[in-house]
């Protein structure tokens, strides 16, 4: 693979236990059962990409099932990280939760923290998965993923692609798929994938690998021409989309969708949320709305999450050792 410049990546160690502390679903140290108050939900990005739209119909859902307010708050920057660190940092008390997307594994391959995310953030339920999805301008004369790398070989460095920010997974995501196609183009940072369309939609910029939930909505109304899925196959619900691996072979990438706790919550809390999220995604109203938006519905427990995104961690650290990356 080609060099990218792009500074340097510190490896953490992972550990993914929540404290067992407590043997009831009570708040940490108040002997009242959570919730008891409103809970805050953190989403690491700015309104309008797939995190916030996964995060607020299963907060709304928790607010009907238990009482309480989930309280979507959205705190954007540094590919995640800003909001990574409030979460980590939060008292572990039940009533901070992050709600994010697999731009956690990435960040946390690619920034250098002042924590160790792996350790200090405890993954609890995944809610859904999903692909990426290559989108461009209308104009960009390209309708397929093979017409869009011989587009951009024959003009290297003359593309610009958006990204959700430097050393996150939309970013990551386009420049393992430019490594891989032999193909350089020129990086747009923004905090979010709802600040990005825009400026693809007016031509600002031409090409972005989006998250489906977000991207979705503009390419279905024509504002933005959809050209591959990032997984290694066709998407069920988009099998007329073809993937970018039938031009990329083995390019294969997705996203995640999960809750996370910070390091500490006592045990009980963390297995009546993901018991009550489970509960959620068994609904159909919720079902549908996720499959519409080009998603599959996940659950399950917190082991299966938690390999999840340790795998993609160690996928995403592999892919800045071989492709030799340098997130500045």
């Known amino acids: 693979m080609k060099n990218v410049t792009c500074r340097a990546i510190p ?31 953190i989403v690491p990005f700015a309104p309008g990409g797939g995190a916030d739209l996964t995060a607020r119909p299963v907060s709304q859902k928790l607010s009907e099932a238990l009482g309480q307010q989930f309280v979507v708050d959205n705190r954007g920057g540094a590919g995640g990280a800003i909001g990574m660190e409030l979460t980590a940092k939060a008292p572990p008390d039940g009533y901070t939760i992050m709600s994010v997307s697999g731009s956690f594994s990435a960040t946390a391959a690619t920034h250098k923290l002042s924590y160790d995310p792996l350790d200090a953030l405890v993954p609890v339920v995944e809610l859904g998965y999903a692909p990426n999805v290559l989108v461009v301008h209308p104009t960009l004369p390209a309708k397929t993923p093979r017409e869009f790398v011989t587009l951009a070989r024959a003009n290297p460095g003359k593309l610009v692609y958006a990204s959700t920010g430097i050393g996150g997974l939309t970013h990551m995501a386009t420049e393992l798929m ?51 899925v990032t997984t290694a196959k066709r998407w069920p619900s988009l099998p007329n989309l073809p993937a970018i691996a039938e031009a990329v072979p083995g390019y294969d990438t997705g996203t995640y969708y999960g809750m996370f706790l910070p390091k500490g919550t006592p045990a009980a809390i963390a297995t009546r949320l993901n018991a009550e999220v489970n509960k959620i995604l068994q609904d159909g109203g919720i079902k549908n709305t996720l499959e519409a938006q080009g998603m599959a519905a996940s659950g399950g427990t917190s082991s299966a999450f938690a390999a999840r995104v340790k795998k993609e961690y160690d996928d995403w650290v592999k892919v800045v050792r071989e492709a030799k990356l340098k997130i500045e």
């Open 178 to 228: 430019a490594n891989m196609a032999g193909i350089k183009m020129i990086h747009v940072p923004y905090k979010s994938t709802g600040m990005a369309m825009p400026e693809i939609m007016a031509g600002q910029t031409q090409v972005m690998v989006a998250g489906m939930l977000a991207a979705q909505p503009f390419f279905a109304n024509g504002r933005l021409r959809p050209l591959g």
């Open 11 to 41: 490896v953490f160690a992972a550990s993914l236990m929540v404290s067992t502390a407590s043997a009831q679903t009570t708040s940490a140290g108040s002997g009242q059962a959570w919730p008891a108050k409103a809970v805050r939900v």
